[in-house]
């Protein structure tokens, strides 16, 4: 069974972010990137999958401009067996980004398609379930459990009430959770080898897409730092602090 | 984390995120009680070779990768000393010593029995040159093998080893034949021969969580296919073996440095005293500029050093004056992270008081700074 992964560049989650001086954005510049840590649980689903014996090949896909073809070596080097990079400097909104995977996924055809739930630098949690309903597939999001048997696959979901466990048939798309997995580091020969591994370069007007942003960023601030504490002297107080100060309860 | 992006590629710098990784999982929430321990425990051998952290360097046939590639072994160090901890370094890495000999002159079966299972993390593999009787004149050790048909019998010690306790095989310096530097050859010696014993841990200023030991030698036997290299031509292996041993301690000074300043840099904006931070202070300012430029300069001329290296030369005076600079600048900028952090500096948890001891072994082993400079005054003809 082939499995379609797909990976982001973003903003390394070490990395404090700085809001840039105009407030249109976040500072880029000489900040360290990574690959989406959502992203990363995918890629190590699938190697699981295939260290299963289950999966047969992995495709690692990705879009962004050309320097994102490090996280695809990074996925290769974690054990996808070949790269697609869906090459633009544009900036791609989820709904581009669910429409170029698809054009991806008509043409590979794969079993199944996992990605993280949302990436950390717009925490949209949206690409996904578009992929999903673009490709007339069924989903299984915030997975924390992933088991394919035969035809079908059992995703166990992390909701707010608990964990609710679907039962899909293939090919479906799975968003992963924090609790999935643990990924992997990649080893040195790993990394090594990923530089030998094919890696294909497609743009957007190959897949007869054309990134059109529906969303217009009007502006970004640093959110409000944090308040210092103070310390109550009694539970009565407390109570009467968070109904009358903060008015939480 | 900003050592230079000029001489690292794409696959160097996947290494040393991957090494981080490593680090950051399997070493820093442990490293404190290590430390503390002496040791740290033997199947982080294992899991650093099967995250191909040990073989980095080494050719693919004896399990190694990335064989030639200079700077791939300095990202990846680089990310290791991450770790805050010099003894772990040095004892993690103490095959770098001790293989380069069997993997360049050891006979095949030799090579082919011994590397792969070290890489493997199977096994530990220590180098054994230094003599209670004298380190720098190497040209004059005393541990003495005689050829008695076709076996060595060694009798001697030897000391300050690092991985000494704990190593599989030792890569050992020997007296073969007439005094002096044309006498030396190097031998194998297994763990298990009889006659071979390790005396206890030794306790240190620094690198604690690293083994040093003495060796014992009684008679121990053999067979002469543990030779490595040439019968008395044992010197020139030291000696060639010394340029990356070198290369790797100036990166751990360079290292300690960085992350001494790192820690320092982050107090002082936090620390507050006389109603605004330290780093408000001019003088700790300054004081901070200095720091950062030394260790931009050490950073920078090992990796001039490690670009010759990687371009097939044997960089002797360079190394041995970046072993020398990088050594100072470990200790000073140690001792100034120590003195900006206050009464805290003086506290374990700190950090950067390990950091301080740590420093102080770089001028010491590998060749002494006196040495060193030995060694640069004869490549200046002086
Ligand atoms: C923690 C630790 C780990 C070590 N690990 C290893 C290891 O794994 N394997 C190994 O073989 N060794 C190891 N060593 C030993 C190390 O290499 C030696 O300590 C070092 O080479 C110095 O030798 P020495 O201690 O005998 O000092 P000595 O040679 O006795 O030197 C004493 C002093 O005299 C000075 N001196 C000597 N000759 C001259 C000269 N010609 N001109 C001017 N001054 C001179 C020296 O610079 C030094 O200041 C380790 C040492 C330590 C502390
Ligand atoms: C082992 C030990 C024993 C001790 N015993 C005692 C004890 O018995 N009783 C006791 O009361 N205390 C004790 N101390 C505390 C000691 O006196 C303080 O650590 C020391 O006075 C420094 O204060 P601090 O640690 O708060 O550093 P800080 O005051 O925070 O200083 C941090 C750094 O900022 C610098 N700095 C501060 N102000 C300025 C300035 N205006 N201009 C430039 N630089 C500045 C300092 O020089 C230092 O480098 C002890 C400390 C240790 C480590």
């Not at chain 1, 070596?73 to 996808?80: D, F, I, M, N, P």
């Not at chain 1, 054009?103 to 794969?110: G, Q, R, T």
């Not at chain 2, 981080?20 to 404190?32: G, K």
Request: charge should be negative.
């Amino acid at each position: 069974m082939k499995v379609l992964v797909a990976v982001k560049r973003v903003i390394d989650y070490n990395v404090k972010v700085r809001v840039k001086p105009d407030n249109t954005g976040v500072d880029l510049a000489n900040v360290k990137m990574a690959m989406n840590p959502f992203c990363e649980i995918a890629v190590e689903e699938a190697v699981r999958l295939k260290e299963k014996g289950i999966a047969s090949e992995i495709v690692a896909v990705t879009i962004g401009p050309k320097v994102s073809q490090e996280q695809l070596r990074t996925a290769l080097a974690l054990g996808a067996d070949r790269a697609i990079q869906v090459e633009t400097d544009d900036e791609v909104q989820s709904l581009d980004a669910a429409k170029m995977l698809k054009a991806v996924v008509d043409k590979e055809e794969p079993n199944l398609v996992i990605m993280g739930k949302q990436s950390i630098d717009t925490d949209n949690n949206q690409t996904g379930q578009m992929l999903a309903q673009l490709a007339g597939m069924p989903q299984g999001t915030f997975a924390s459990e992933v088991e394919v048997e035969g035809e079908k696959v059992k995703v166990t979901r992390e909701i707010d009430g608990g964990l609710l466990t679907v039962s899909l048939n293939l090919p479906a798309v799975v968003t992963t959770d924090l609790r999935l997995n643990e990924p992997r580091y990649a080893s040195l020969p790993n990394i090594m080898k990923a530089k030998k591994k094919p890696l294909e370069t497609v743009s957007p007007a190959d897949l007869g897409v054309e990134a059109a942003p529906r969303l217009k960023t009007l502006k970004v601030e640093e959110p409000q730092p944090r308040q210092p504490g103070i310390k109550v002297e009694s539970v009565e107080e407390l109570v009467d602090k968070l109904k009358n100060e903060a008015k939480v309860i | 984390m900003s050592e230079d992006r000029g001489y690292f590629n794409e696959t160097h710098e996947q290494a040393r995120a991957s090494a981080m990784r490593f680090v950051e999982r399997e070493i820093l929430p442990h490293i404190d009680d290590w430390e503390e321990a002496g040791e740290f425990p033997r199947e982080l051998y294992s899991k650093a070779a099967d995250a191909g952290l040990l073989g980095v360097g080494y050719p693919e046939a004896l399990g190694g990768s990335g064989e030639g590639d200079l700077f791939l072994k300095v990202a990846v160090s680089e990310a290791l000393m991450r770790s805050t901890s010099g003894g772990l370094v040095a004892g993690l890495g103490s095959h770098d010593i001790a293989l380069p000999p069997i993997v360049k002159w050891g006979p095949k079966a030799m090579r082919e029995r011994v590397v792969p299972e070290v890489l493997s993390g199977q096994a530990v593999a220590a180098l054994a040159i230094t003599e209670p009787g004298g380190g720098s004149d190497v040209a004059n050790l005393k541990t003495r093998a005689v050829k008695e048909g076709d076996e060595y019998r060694i009798s001697g010690s030897k000391t300050f080893i690092t991985s000494g306790h704990r190593a599989d095989y030792y890569t050992v310096a020997v007296r073969t034949g007439e005094p002096g530097h044309g006498g030396i050859s190097m031998l194998l010696v297994e763990r298990d021969r009889p006659g071979f014993t390790r005396g206890r841990m030794l306790k240190k200023t620094g690198w604690w969580a690293s083994d040093t030991a003495e060796l014992f030698f009684d008679d121990v036997r053999v067979p002469a296919e543990n030779l490595i290299g040439q019968e008395n031509g044992g010197f020139m292996v030291i000696m060639t073996n010394f340029l990356q041993e070198r290369l790797m301690l100036c990166i751990m000074g360079a290292m300690t440095a960085r992350l001494a300043l790192e820690k320092a840099m982050a107090y002082s904006r936090e620390r507050e005293a006389f109603g605004r931070s330290i780093s408000g202070f001019q003088v700790t300012r300054h004081k901070l500029v200095d720091m950062a430029t030394q260790v931009e300069l050490a950073t920078q001329y090992t990796y001039h050093c490690a670009a010759l290296m990687d371009a097939g030369k044997a960089p002797v005076k360079e190394v041995a004056m970046a072993k020398n600079y990088t050594a100072s600048v470990a200790e000073s900028v140690t001792r100034e992270a120590v003195q900006i952090h206050g009464g805290m500096g003086y506290m374990r948890e700190a950090g950067v008081e390990r950091l301080a001891r740590d420093a102080r072994i770089l001028a010491i082993g590998g060749g002494t700074t006196e040495v060193m400079k030995e060694l640069i005054a004869k490549q200046l003809k002086l």
